[in-house]
Protein backbone atom coordinates (compact mmCIF):
# COMPACT_ATOMS: atom_id res chain seq x y z
CA UNK A 1 0.00 0.00 0.00
CA UNK A 2 1.21 3.73 -0.81
CA UNK A 3 0.17 6.24 1.57
CA UNK A 4 -0.09 9.15 -1.28
CA UNK A 5 -2.30 6.68 -3.65
CA UNK A 6 -6.01 7.50 -4.16
CA UNK A 7 -7.57 4.51 -5.90
CA UNK A 8 -11.40 4.80 -6.89
CA UNK A 9 -13.79 1.93 -7.38
CA UNK A 10 -16.48 3.26 -9.64
CA UNK A 11 -16.18 5.74 -12.12
CA UNK A 12 -19.18 6.89 -13.29
CA UNK A 13 -20.45 10.36 -13.09
CA UNK A 14 -18.79 10.52 -9.51
CA UNK A 15 -16.10 9.23 -9.37
CA UNK A 16 -14.99 10.91 -12.83
CA UNK A 17 -15.70 14.41 -11.50
CA UNK A 18 -13.37 13.62 -8.36
CA UNK A 19 -10.22 12.32 -10.32
CA UNK A 20 -10.66 15.45 -13.26
CA UNK A 21 -10.52 17.75 -10.20
CA UNK A 22 -8.23 15.91 -8.19
CA UNK A 23 -5.41 16.07 -11.07
CA UNK A 24 -6.66 19.40 -12.22
CA UNK A 25 -6.25 20.85 -8.89
CA UNK A 26 -3.11 18.94 -8.44
CA UNK A 27 -4.01 17.23 -5.09
CA UNK A 28 -2.53 13.58 -6.41
CA UNK A 29 -0.47 12.98 -9.61
CA UNK A 30 -2.43 11.03 -11.94
CA UNK A 31 0.41 7.97 -11.21
CA UNK A 32 -0.79 8.30 -7.62
CA UNK A 33 -4.39 7.78 -9.04
CA UNK A 34 -5.66 3.97 -9.35
CA UNK A 35 -9.13 3.35 -10.60
CA UNK A 36 -11.57 0.06 -11.17
CA UNK A 37 -14.77 0.25 -12.73
CA UNK A 38 -17.01 -3.19 -13.65
CA UNK A 39 -17.46 -1.21 -16.96
CA UNK A 40 -14.14 -0.97 -18.27
CA UNK A 41 -14.24 1.39 -21.16
CA UNK A 42 -15.28 4.01 -18.24
CA UNK A 43 -11.51 3.09 -16.90
CA UNK A 44 -10.08 3.35 -20.22
CA UNK A 45 -11.54 6.55 -20.97
CA UNK A 46 -10.02 8.02 -17.63
CA UNK A 47 -7.12 6.72 -18.57
CA UNK A 48 -6.92 8.55 -22.18
CA UNK A 49 -8.34 11.87 -20.49
CA UNK A 50 -6.08 12.19 -17.51
CA UNK A 51 -3.63 9.14 -17.38
CA UNK A 52 -4.40 7.85 -14.30
CA UNK A 53 -3.81 3.94 -13.64
CA UNK A 54 -6.69 0.88 -14.61
CA UNK A 55 -6.99 -1.55 -11.49
CA UNK A 56 -7.77 -5.44 -12.87
CA UNK A 57 -9.87 -5.58 -9.76
CA UNK A 58 -11.46 -4.32 -6.75
CA UNK A 59 -8.70 -5.75 -4.38
CA UNK A 60 -5.90 -4.36 -6.60
CA UNK A 61 -7.12 -1.39 -5.63
CA UNK A 62 -7.35 -2.06 -1.85
CA UNK A 63 -3.95 -3.40 -1.44
CA UNK A 64 -2.32 -0.66 -3.74
CA UNK A 65 -4.15 2.92 -2.33
CA UNK A 66 -3.93 4.06 1.25
CA UNK A 67 -7.11 5.96 0.50
CA UNK A 68 -10.10 4.34 -1.31
CA UNK A 69 -12.89 5.89 -2.36
CA UNK A 70 -15.93 4.31 -2.93
CA UNK A 71 -18.10 5.72 -5.81
CA UNK A 72 -20.58 3.41 -7.15
CA UNK A 73 -24.62 3.28 -6.32
CA UNK A 74 -25.67 2.82 -3.05
CA UNK A 75 -27.78 -0.13 -4.65
CA UNK A 76 -24.13 -1.75 -5.72
CA UNK A 77 -22.66 -0.82 -1.79
CA UNK A 78 -23.13 -4.49 -0.93
CA UNK A 79 -21.91 -6.30 -3.30
CA UNK A 80 -18.75 -4.20 -3.32
CA UNK A 81 -18.28 -4.19 0.69
CA UNK A 82 -18.69 -7.99 0.29
CA UNK A 83 -15.55 -8.57 -2.68
CA UNK A 84 -13.27 -5.94 -0.15
CA UNK A 85 -13.51 -6.71 2.94
CA UNK A 86 -11.46 -10.18 3.07
CA UNK A 87 -8.60 -8.15 0.68
CA UNK A 88 -9.08 -5.58 3.91
CA UNK A 89 -8.12 -8.20 6.28
CA UNK A 90 -4.94 -9.22 4.65
CA UNK A 91 -4.14 -5.75 4.24
CA UNK A 92 -4.21 -5.21 8.11
CA UNK A 93 -2.37 -8.06 8.83
CA UNK A 94 0.32 -6.50 6.34
CA UNK A 95 0.12 -3.12 8.02
CA UNK A 96 -2.56 -0.70 8.63
CA UNK A 97 -6.01 -0.45 7.05
CA UNK A 98 -6.38 1.79 4.34
CA UNK A 99 -8.81 5.04 4.70
CA UNK A 100 -12.02 4.13 3.36
CA UNK A 101 -14.26 7.07 2.09
CA UNK A 102 -17.73 6.45 0.90
CA UNK A 103 -19.54 8.77 -1.09
CA UNK A 104 -23.01 6.96 -2.05
CA UNK A 105 -26.22 8.94 -0.75
CA UNK A 106 -27.95 7.33 2.29
CA UNK A 107 -24.91 4.77 2.96
CA UNK A 108 -24.60 5.25 6.89
CA UNK A 109 -20.99 4.80 8.39
CA UNK A 110 -22.84 2.06 10.73
CA UNK A 111 -24.29 0.56 7.64
CA UNK A 112 -20.71 0.54 6.38
CA UNK A 113 -19.24 -0.89 9.86
CA UNK A 114 -21.32 -3.60 9.90
CA UNK A 115 -20.14 -4.96 6.20
CA UNK A 116 -16.37 -4.68 7.07
CA UNK A 117 -13.69 -5.45 9.38
CA UNK A 118 -13.90 -4.24 12.77
CA UNK A 119 -11.48 -1.00 12.78
CA UNK A 120 -11.56 0.32 9.40
CA UNK A 121 -11.30 3.97 9.54
CA UNK A 122 -14.61 5.43 7.60
CA UNK A 123 -15.38 8.73 6.05
CA UNK A 124 -18.92 9.22 4.85
CA UNK A 125 -18.91 12.25 2.07
CA UNK A 126 -21.49 13.66 0.13
CA UNK A 127 -19.87 15.35 -2.82
CA UNK A 128 -21.78 17.31 -5.90
CA UNK A 129 -20.96 17.82 -9.72
CA UNK A 130 -19.59 20.78 -10.04
CA UNK A 131 -16.35 19.10 -8.52
CA UNK A 132 -15.39 18.56 -11.93
CA UNK A 133 -14.83 22.22 -12.23
CA UNK A 134 -13.39 22.75 -9.09
CA UNK A 135 -16.24 24.85 -7.59
CA UNK A 136 -18.33 21.59 -5.68
CA UNK A 137 -19.50 21.72 -2.11
CA UNK A 138 -19.16 18.54 0.16
CA UNK A 139 -19.87 17.76 3.84
CA UNK A 140 -17.37 14.69 5.36
CA UNK A 141 -18.55 12.33 8.91
CA UNK A 142 -16.13 10.27 10.44
CA UNK A 143 -16.46 7.09 12.46
CA UNK A 144 -14.44 6.98 15.58
CA UNK A 145 -11.32 5.11 13.70
CA UNK A 146 -10.79 7.98 12.39
CA UNK A 147 -7.60 9.97 13.04
CA UNK A 148 -7.16 13.62 12.85
CA UNK A 149 -4.62 13.39 10.00
CA UNK A 150 -6.88 11.57 8.32
CA UNK A 151 -9.33 13.39 8.73
CA UNK A 152 -7.22 16.84 7.22
CA UNK A 153 -6.22 14.30 4.18
CA UNK A 154 -9.67 13.64 3.36
CA UNK A 155 -10.86 17.37 3.94
CA UNK A 156 -7.46 18.35 1.66
CA UNK A 157 -8.91 15.83 -1.22
CA UNK A 158 -12.62 17.38 -1.24
CA UNK A 159 -11.04 21.02 -0.64
CA UNK A 160 -8.84 20.61 -3.72
CA UNK A 161 -12.07 20.04 -5.74
CA UNK A 162 -14.16 23.10 -3.99
CA UNK A 163 -15.72 23.90 -0.34
CA UNK A 164 -15.44 21.07 2.16
CA UNK A 165 -16.25 20.82 5.84
CA UNK A 166 -16.54 18.35 8.28
CA UNK A 167 -20.45 17.93 9.80
CA UNK A 168 -21.70 15.33 12.14
CA UNK A 169 -23.20 12.48 10.36
CA UNK A 170 -26.72 13.01 11.56
CA UNK A 171 -26.61 16.34 9.11
CA UNK A 172 -25.22 13.84 5.95
CA UNK A 173 -29.58 13.38 4.76
CA UNK A 174 -29.87 16.91 4.99
CA UNK A 175 -26.81 17.67 3.42
CA UNK A 176 -27.83 15.38 0.79
CA UNK A 177 -30.85 16.88 -0.38
CA UNK A 178 -29.69 20.25 -0.59
CA UNK A 179 -26.11 20.36 -1.80
CA UNK A 180 -26.06 16.86 -3.44
CA UNK A 181 -28.90 17.34 -5.48
CA UNK A 182 -28.88 20.99 -5.27
CA UNK A 183 -26.94 21.31 -9.04
CA UNK A 184 -29.95 19.26 -10.54
CA UNK A 185 -32.74 21.78 -9.03
CA UNK A 186 -30.16 24.48 -10.06
CA UNK A 187 -29.57 23.25 -13.69
CA UNK A 188 -33.91 23.03 -14.07
CA UNK A 189 -34.20 26.77 -13.17
CA UNK A 190 -31.29 27.85 -15.67
CA UNK A 191 -33.07 25.84 -18.00
CA UNK A 192 -36.34 27.05 -17.03
CA UNK A 193 -35.27 30.93 -17.48
CA UNK A 194 -33.32 30.26 -20.71
CA UNK A 195 -37.19 28.60 -22.20
CA UNK A 196 -38.86 31.56 -20.02
CA UNK A 197 -36.37 33.92 -22.43
CA UNK A 198 -37.14 32.26 -25.65
CA UNK A 199 -40.59 32.54 -24.99
CA UNK A 200 -40.25 35.79 -24.82
CA UNK A 201 -38.83 36.51 -28.04
CA UNK A 202 -35.12 36.05 -27.15
CA UNK A 203 -32.40 33.81 -29.30
CA UNK A 204 -31.45 30.64 -27.37
CA UNK A 205 -27.35 31.66 -27.39
CA UNK A 206 -28.36 35.30 -25.85
CA UNK A 207 -31.06 34.03 -23.23
CA UNK A 208 -28.76 31.56 -22.04
CA UNK A 209 -25.66 34.51 -21.80
CA UNK A 210 -27.64 36.22 -20.02
CA UNK A 211 -29.27 33.41 -17.67
CA UNK A 212 -25.63 32.54 -16.73
CA UNK A 213 -24.55 36.07 -15.83
CA UNK A 214 -27.31 37.01 -14.29
CA UNK A 215 -27.13 34.00 -11.89
CA UNK A 216 -22.81 34.23 -11.70
CA UNK A 217 -23.30 37.83 -11.28
CA UNK A 218 -26.14 37.45 -8.35
CA UNK A 219 -23.73 35.05 -6.60
CA UNK A 220 -20.61 37.56 -7.01
CA UNK A 221 -23.22 40.17 -5.60
CA UNK A 222 -23.76 38.01 -2.30
CA UNK A 223 -20.53 36.86 -2.11
CA UNK A 224 -18.53 40.54 -2.14
CA UNK A 225 -21.36 42.58 -0.02
CA UNK A 226 -22.25 39.61 2.20
CA UNK A 227 -26.11 41.12 2.75
CA UNK A 228 -28.87 38.95 2.97
CA UNK A 229 -30.39 37.78 0.43
CA UNK A 230 -33.82 39.06 1.09
CA UNK A 231 -32.20 42.78 0.95
CA UNK A 232 -30.38 42.33 -2.39
CA UNK A 233 -33.80 40.86 -3.70
CA UNK A 234 -35.44 44.28 -2.57
CA UNK A 235 -32.84 46.43 -4.82
CA UNK A 236 -33.85 45.33 -7.83
CA UNK A 237 -37.44 45.26 -7.09
CA UNK A 238 -39.40 48.63 -7.82
CA UNK A 239 -42.41 49.39 -6.66
CA UNK A 240 -45.26 48.56 -8.93
CA UNK A 241 -42.39 47.72 -10.97
CA UNK A 242 -41.40 44.81 -13.27
CA UNK A 243 -40.00 42.55 -10.77
CA UNK A 244 -42.42 42.55 -8.41
CA UNK A 245 -44.90 41.09 -10.51
CA UNK A 246 -42.85 38.26 -11.76
CA UNK A 247 -42.52 37.73 -8.25
CA UNK A 248 -45.88 37.60 -7.49
CA UNK A 249 -46.12 34.32 -9.79
CA UNK A 250 -43.66 32.68 -8.06
CA UNK A 251 -44.94 33.41 -4.84
CA UNK A 252 -48.55 32.27 -5.66
CA UNK A 253 -47.38 29.35 -7.52
CA UNK A 254 -45.63 28.18 -4.90
CA UNK A 255 -42.07 28.64 -5.59
CA UNK A 256 -40.69 28.66 -1.93
CA UNK A 257 -42.90 25.77 -0.57
CA UNK A 258 -42.03 23.75 -3.44
CA UNK A 259 -38.06 24.15 -2.85
CA UNK A 260 -38.56 23.15 0.59
CA UNK A 261 -40.99 20.07 -0.47
CA UNK A 262 -38.03 19.25 -3.17
CA UNK A 263 -34.86 19.31 -0.62
CA UNK A 264 -37.62 17.41 2.17
CA UNK A 265 -38.15 14.46 -0.54
CA UNK A 266 -34.65 13.99 -1.69
CA UNK A 267 -33.62 14.37 2.02
CA UNK A 268 -35.98 11.63 2.80
CA UNK A 269 -34.81 9.22 -0.01
CA UNK A 270 -31.14 9.78 1.33
CA UNK A 271 -32.37 8.53 4.63
CA UNK A 272 -34.58 5.53 2.73
CA UNK A 273 -31.58 4.28 0.13
CA UNK A 274 -29.23 3.56 3.56
CA UNK A 275 -32.39 1.53 5.51
N1 LIG B 1 -24.16 12.02 -9.40
C1 LIG B 1 -24.14 12.88 -8.39
O1 LIG B 1 -24.44 14.08 -8.54
C2 LIG B 1 -23.73 12.44 -7.02
C3 LIG B 1 -23.60 11.11 -6.72
N2 LIG B 1 -23.25 10.72 -5.45
C4 LIG B 1 -23.09 9.30 -5.14
O2 LIG B 1 -21.99 8.85 -5.89
C5 LIG B 1 -22.19 7.48 -6.20
C6 LIG B 1 -21.96 7.27 -7.69
O3 LIG B 1 -22.96 8.00 -8.40
P1 LIG B 1 -22.79 8.30 -9.94
O4 LIG B 1 -21.35 8.52 -10.24
O5 LIG B 1 -23.79 9.32 -10.30
O6 LIG B 1 -23.24 6.87 -10.54
P2 LIG B 1 -22.77 6.20 -11.90
O7 LIG B 1 -23.75 5.10 -12.19
O8 LIG B 1 -22.49 7.22 -12.93
O9 LIG B 1 -21.36 5.52 -11.47
C7 LIG B 1 -21.25 4.35 -10.71
C8 LIG B 1 -20.18 3.50 -11.34
O10 LIG B 1 -19.96 2.36 -10.51
C9 LIG B 1 -19.65 1.29 -11.39
N3 LIG B 1 -19.85 0.03 -10.65
C10 LIG B 1 -21.01 -0.61 -10.36
N4 LIG B 1 -20.74 -1.73 -9.68
C11 LIG B 1 -19.40 -1.79 -9.53
C12 LIG B 1 -18.53 -2.71 -8.92
N5 LIG B 1 -18.98 -3.82 -8.33
N6 LIG B 1 -17.19 -2.47 -8.96
C13 LIG B 1 -16.72 -1.36 -9.58
N7 LIG B 1 -17.50 -0.44 -10.18
C14 LIG B 1 -18.83 -0.66 -10.15
C15 LIG B 1 -20.59 1.46 -12.55
O11 LIG B 1 -20.15 0.77 -13.69
C16 LIG B 1 -20.56 2.98 -12.74
O12 LIG B 1 -19.58 3.40 -13.66
C17 LIG B 1 -23.59 7.11 -5.78
O13 LIG B 1 -23.52 6.32 -4.62
C18 LIG B 1 -24.28 8.42 -5.53
O14 LIG B 1 -25.20 8.32 -4.47
C19 LIG B 1 -22.93 11.62 -4.49
C20 LIG B 1 -23.03 12.96 -4.74
C21 LIG B 1 -23.49 13.48 -6.00
O1 LIG C 1 -29.48 11.33 -7.09
C1 LIG C 1 -28.69 10.74 -6.36
O2 LIG C 1 -29.04 9.73 -5.72
C2 LIG C 1 -27.28 11.25 -6.19
C3 LIG C 1 -26.95 11.56 -4.76
C4 LIG C 1 -26.86 13.04 -4.67
C5 LIG C 1 -26.92 13.48 -6.05
N1 LIG C 1 -27.11 12.51 -6.87
Redesign the pocket.
Known sequence: MSAGVIGF?????????LIGGIVKARCAGPENIIV????RE?SLDLRNRYNVTIAES?SEVVIRAGTVV????????S??LD?ISTTLKNVYESGAYPLMI??????SLGYLEERLPEGVPLIR?????PALVLKGASALARNAHVRDHQMEWALKIFQSVGFACEVEEKLMDAV?GLS??G??YVLLFLEALTDAGVFTGLPRPLARELVLHTVAGTVALVQETNKHFADLKDMVTSPGGTTIHGLRVLECAGFRGNIFDAVMAAARR?KE?GT
Open positions: IGAGNMGSAYDVIKLLAVKPQNMEVESIAAGIVMPNTTGSPASL
